[in-house]
């Protein structure tokens, strides 16, 4: 489903971006200012920011884990031509 039509932003697109991060910093804090830098967007109009974050914070790797263990391995993003 398309989240952002001003950057052609999906959920995929979101949820790829969020597992990325936690793969790769396992504490970092996710934030939609992130995951826009990730995607190599930016913000524009804002109308989308409450489905992005909706669809952020139901990613299933959005939360710190309490195990190390617990976190992704890094694969790299497939990016779209």
């Known amino acids: 489903m398309i989240v952002c039509?001003?950057?052609?932003?999906?959920?995929?697109?979101?949820?790829?971006?969020?597992?990325w991060?936690?793969?790769a910093d396992p504490d970092t804090i996710v934030t939609p200012g992130k995951i826009y830098h990730a995607l190599g967007k930016r913000a524009d109009c804002g109308g989308?920011?409450?489905l992005?974050?909706?669809?952020?914070?139901?990613t299933e790797s959005f939360g710190v884990p309490a195990d190390?263990?617990?976190?992704p391995r890094l694969r790299p993003m497939r990016l779209r031509a």
């Open 21 to 23: 991060m936690r793969a």
């Open 52 to 58: 992005l974050l909706d669809v952020m914070r139901k």
């Open 68 to 71: 190390p263990a617990q976190v």
């Open 48 to 50: 989308c920011m409450p």
């Open 5 to 19: 039509h001003c950057q052609s932003i999906t959920d995929h697109d979101i949820r790829a971006a969020v597992t």
